[in-house]
């Protein structure tokens, strides 16, 4: 982009056709200037969201989306999401700063700095649509007992039910998961959805989901009494009932809750009318499954309504633990896990700022549980986990960017500062 | 509007808090400790908030969190006195029948005294001493009843929104406060008291088993020395008359003893002022430890154990003892020296004393309180020059403006400097240490284009910038209240982050504020119509430079926060208010460079754009921190949310009145706007006439 438009159009006086009209306005500055306003007003929007929304559904709304709608003073205007107003932005980029720029190598500054930004904007697609990510959670050895390893990580924010066969020996056989993208979207009340698989030989009726039956406190603020249920009409299972109650801002807080029937297939595709069983099911954490378990015919199976879990290719076991506070205080000064890879035995200090990559899983302290504990408690160490593909890409970008705006900026700069010493001794000529 | 006068007010008041300060106050004499016992107590180090430092900066701290102030002024008998914070302490150590005389307490809203039942005083300048407030009949009481209710409604998580509410209201947060400030005055009079007025019942008169002991039978130091003797007594069949007998005492020492603070009650108004006995632990002990161990707690120890911690710890109380129950005798002096002594020769075997020395320079030194008055000093000057722009005697004295701006920020970099010394790692960690650090380097960007420009344009805003940032600095510092020396969470200790994100972030915010500030200059220029054609393009062309220099940084800085993040959260980009301001700063800057290369805005477009960039600036830096909401939580500070509103009105102002220049100032462009472009010209204009009006309202309401 390095022409002004009185250029372009000082150049172009014969008629254009649309395609090349359509051309320079897609690589134009008016374009980029759109874009980039559109982005700072999102930013803004987006960011005062999460006061009331929480950085989750803002980020949902504003930062994800193809298009939204804001009250601007009580109107609602139709707006471009991050996400779209990124596309385009890429794309005008690419067009105007990298096609239609008059390159040269004198001047490569902002070629290279463009270049670096549209690398950065497309880690950003990348590791939005391929990063996998979760908790894992480990807790200290504590004296005989066997240390404990995992390989599984669990999603904070979204939910999933898992339906498991077990065999004779009540060994898992498999495990059929129904994702976040399926138990997402609007639950309206009284609405259902059913799920079924060839593998499965019955049918899940899941109808009621909520997202949130905690309270600040962590407690379940709607999970009713038998005679609460009745009062507000709502059903019953095992003198249980449950009643929405409003989502917290840190969605990683929220418990969800759902009730589940199960039919019978008595067909290819056809179920019995009858369910076999029906329960109410509660979010479980990733360290006190809770799944309800039934029977159909001689198989065992359950169902459990947990984070979305993830299994990693390596498996972990935790040596040891160490936090430690600021002399007097309870803030963290440093806290670390010593941590082996099982099928390598690789030892890895895990610590805040310096994690463990491996086999493209990026493990990183995150925290630490559980909260409150006393001196001589037992400790859990909660490692993040994520796998990204475009993992270290934005730090590639930076350096490229870094560098060419430099070399861009340096170069005004002495040009700047040539034309000040002419004009100058131009001026002391004159006198 | 009432709030806009107050505030008008406040200034007033700051500029001339020196001389108005003084309060009419109902003490009747008061004797100044000797300078020497005050430099041996200032010295003494204790560790606070996970850090060892000198008593003086403890002292500090504690007295503006009640006095908003790091001296207490009164009058005695038309005598003006000025009482140190070093000094002020040591009153309610070690003489808090005068402490509670003392004027103190600071309440501007004379309805929060009101609401306790306490007269209120003709000046909300003057203060209330602890007595004044105590004496009145309930007023203690009716204190901690309301500030009790608003205290359980915030605990309360269904009353979150209910809760902030009532915070809001002006009298429950000005009783809020009080209340705070009361506590922590009532710990400072109380921490000693176990020494002074030992457990209350003389052992001698208890039982006839201490009739023998030699005086000092009523001290805690006795009390503890003889313990497995009195749980002994009170174990016997005939022990319950005893046990009556000291009952009340053992209330009472329990009471004191956590006052002077317990180990594993994480207070910040205990004194931990002695060194561990052991030299593997890091934590300094606290005078009501040394209680704990040696009585409720013994048992915890061997019997081996119980010996070498009594003979290590009962000396220290024996010493406290002394000091408190000999104030005002010439043995003062030496046994505080002793006791100091001591304590200095542990921290120096630890090798913890090395800081205290430098911090209490450092204290002495107050660099960033020297640099203020050298830029007011600075901008007198160049208003005198403004008087005869050209003149030799105006050239003379611009090289001293420049001579004053260069030593007042060679004093702010010096502080800088040295504060990064004391914690060990790279300036900027909090929202205060951004204050000086930013003004210091908008001081230095100016001070370089005035040496390519030598227009005297960046000179002023220099001195302009330095004063403004002192100044908030200043005001920062006291309304927080808090050691701006901090020890840092864990996912912050990483030098090489801090000296790389954080400082090309804040190179960045500085250059987008100096671009904004300078931007000013243009449009005022053209509003007024004063300044040359000459002047404009040099202001512009400054503005422009600015912009890029700060996008550079501000650009790096954003990307490489996102690094770290990747780091230590696994995510490079999380939608984080503050990241979201930092890229609002850089999406401005790449705004104004685009709009002018496409030819969309000129010269008075840049500037305008510029001074968006610096309200874009100011709500990344602070607005963000108000949220309450992110990972960057750290920096919540209460009340300035008034300042902000204000801060947002006057740069629409000023935006607006850029704008209006399209039609006023230029009359002959008006042929050159195209539709188009006079539509948003206009439209621009509007916009930024109606946000001035909505942020006063805000601000208002606020």
């Excluded at chain 1, 009318?273 to 199976?301: Q, R, Y």
């Amino acid at each position: 982009m390095a022409d002004t438009e009185s250029d372009i159009h000082k150049g172009s006086r014969k008629r254009k056709s649309l395609l090349a009209k359509l051309y320079d306005f897609f690589s134009g500055y008016l374009l980029a200037v759109i874009l980039l306003t559109f982005l700072l007003a999102l930013t803004y929007f987006g960011t005062m969201a999460q006061v009331e929304l929480g950085l989750y559904e803002a980020s949902e709304k504003y930062f994800e989306s193809f298009f939204l709608t804001e009250n601007i003073a009580g109107v609602p205007v139709l707006l471009p999401g991050v996400y779209l107003v990124s596309a385009l932005l890429f794309l005008n980029l690419t067009l105007g700063a990298i096609v239609r720029v008059r390159k040269s190598w004198r001047r490569p500054g902002m070629l290279i700095a463009h270049s670096g930004i549209l690398y950065i904007l497309f880690a950003g697609f990348v590791a939005f649509h391929y990063t996998k990510e979760g908790n894992m959670l480990l807790y200290e050895p504590n004296g005989s007992d066997v240390r404990h390893q995992s390989d599984e990580i669990y999603n904070l924010t979204n939910w999933s039910i898992e339906v498991t066969k077990y065999d004779s020996n009540g060994k898992r056989e498999f495990i059929h998961v129904i994702g976040p993208d399926q138990l997402g979207g609007d639950w309206e009340a009284g609405s259902t959805r059913t799920y079924v698989n060839s593998d499965i030989p019955f049918q899940i009726k899941v109808s009621g989901y909520l997202r949130n039956i905690a309270n600040g406190k962590g407690q379940l603020a709607g999970l009713l009494s038998e005679k609460g249920a009745k009062d507000k009409g709502v059903r019953i299972i095992e003198g249980y009932g449950v009643e929405a109650v409003p989502t917290n801002k840190s969605m990683e807080f929220n418990l969800p809750a759902t009730y589940i029937d199960i039919f019978s297939r008595v067909g290819t595709n056809k179920f019995d009318s009858e369910s076999i069983s029906s329960a109410l099911l509660i979010g479980s954490g990733p360290l006190s499954p809770k799944p309800f378990t039934f029977s159909d015919g001689d198989e065992k199976w359950s169902v459990d309504l947990t984070r979305q879990r993830y299994t990693l290719p390596f498996a972990i076991e935790l040596e040891n633990f160490q936090k430690e506070d600021h002399p007097g205080t309870m803030r963290a000064r440093e806290y670390s896990s010593d941590v082996i890879k099982i099928d390598t035995g690789r030892k890895v200090h895990i610590s805040m700022n310096k994690p463990m990559r491996d086999a493209g899983y990026t493990l990183y302290q995150a925290s630490w549980g559980p909260e409150g504990a006393r001196p001589g408690d037992r400790l859990y160490t909660s490692l993040a986990v994520s796998y990204n593909p475009a993992d270290q890409w934005p730090k590639y970008g930076t350096y490229v960017i870094a560098i060419g705006m430099t070399i861009h900026f340096v170069q005004k700069l002495f040009s700047y500062l040539k034309r000040s010493n002419r004009s100058r001794r131009r001026e002391e000529d004159s006198q | 509007m009432n709030r806009l006068i107050k505030s008008i007010r406040v200034i007033l008041c700051f500029v001339f808090a020196a001389s108005l300060n003084f309060s009419a106050a109902a003490i009747d004499s008061y004797k100044k400790w000797d300078p020497e016992i005050v430099k041996i107590f200032e010295a003494m180090p204790v560790q606070e908030e996970g850090r060892l430092k000198p008593m003086q900066t403890v002292a500090r701290y504690k007295l503006m969190r009640i006095n908003n102030s790091k001296r207490l002024r009164f009058e005695v008998g038309g005598e003006k006195i000025k009482v140190s914070a070093a000094e002020w302490l040591m009153d309610c150590l070690f003489r808090p029948e005068v402490a509670k005389k003392m004027p103190i307490f600071k309440v501007n809203n004379p309805d929060v005294i009101e609401a306790i039942g306490v007269e209120p005083h003709s000046s909300p300048r003057e203060r209330y001493s602890f007595e004044e407030i105590s004496s009145a009949p309930d007023a203690m009481k009716r204190l901690s009843e309301r500030t009790g209710e608003l205290g359980k409604m915030m605990e309360d998580s269904d009353k979150e929104e209910e809760s902030k509410a009532a915070r809001r209201d002006p009298v429950n947060a000005g009783l809020l406060s009080l209340k705070s400030a009361v506590n922590e005055f009532e710990w400072a009079t109380n921490a000693f008291n176990f020494a002074r007025d030992g457990i209350a019942v003389d052992l001698g008169e208890a039982s006839e088993e201490f009739k023998k002991a030699e005086g000092g039978k009523s001290r805690v130091s006795y009390f503890l020395s003889e313990f497995d003797k009195i749980i002994e007594i009170a174990r016997k069949p005939e022990g319950q008359e005893f046990v009556a007998k000291i009952s009340a005492a053992f209330n009472l020492l329990e009471r004191d003893m956590a006052t002077a603070g317990v180990k594993d009650r994480v207070s910040m108004i205990s004194l931990a002022m002695f060194p561990p006995i052991s030299d593997d632990d890091e934590e300094w002990i606290k005078p009501g430890y040394l209680i704990e161990q040696l009585s409720f707690r013994k048992n915890e120890l061997s019997v081996e154990d119980q010996k070498k911690f009594a003979q290590w710890a009962l000396p220290k109380i024996v010493a406290l003892e002394g000091l408190t129950r000999n104030v005002g005798s010439p043995s003062f002096v030496n046994d505080l020296k002793a006791l100091s002594d001591g304590i200095v020769a542990k921290a120096k075997e630890r090798g913890e004393y090395k800081n205290i020395e430098l911090e209490l320079l450092n204290n002495r030194l107050g660099l960033f309180h020297w640099a203020l008055p050298f830029y007011i000093m600075a901008f007198i000057l160049l208003a005198v020059t403004w008087l005869g722009p050209g003149s030799k005697i105006s050239r003379g004295l611009t090289y001293g403006v420049l001579g004053m701006t260069v030593f007042a920020t060679v004093a702010l970099i010096a502080g800088i400097y040295l504060r990064s010394i004391l914690l060990g790692r790279p300036p900027i960690s909090t929202l205060y240490e951004t204050i000086p650090f930013i003004t210091a380097s908008a001081v230095i960007l100016c001070l370089v284009i005035e040496f390519f420009d030598r227009k005297g344009i960046a000179l002023a805003c220099s001195v302009m910038i330095g004063i403004i940032g002192l100044f908030l600095a200043m005001r920062f510092e006291i309304k927080e209240a808090r050691d701006t020396l901090k020890v840092l969470e864990a996912v912050l200790r990483s030098n090489f982050w801090l000296a790389t994100h954080v400082i090309c972030i804040n190179i960045g915010y500085s250059a987008a504020i100096l671009g904004g500030v300078i931007a000013h200059l243009f449009i005022f220029s053209c509003f007024f119509n004063v300044g040359s054609k000459d002047f404009r393009k040099s202001v512009t062309r400054m503005v422009y430079g600015v912009t890029c220099f700060g996008l550079l940084f501000a650009l790096v800085g954003t990307v490489l926060g996102g690094v770290w993040a990747n780091d230590s959260w696994g995510r490079f980009w999380g939608w984080d208010p503050k990241e979201n301001g930092a890229l609002m700063i850089c999406i401005g800057a790449i705004i104004l460079l685009h709009a002018k290369m496409g030819g969309y805005i000129k010269e008075l477009g840049i500037n305008v754009m510029a001074v968006l960039i610096l309200m874009i600036t100011v709500f990344s830096w602070w607005h963000v921190n108000q949220l309450e909401t992110g990972l960057h939580s750290y920096g919540f500070t209460s009340g300035i949310m008034f300042w902000l509103f204000i801060v947002y009105a006057i740069e629409s102002a000023v935006m607006s009145l850029g704008l209006s220049c399209c039609f006023f100032r230029f009359p002959e462009r008006k042929g050159q706007l195209g539709g188009v472009r006079t539509v948003f010209s206009v439209s621009f204009f509007l916009l930024a006439f109606i946000f001035t009006i909505v942020f006063v309202n805000l601000a208002l309401l606020t």
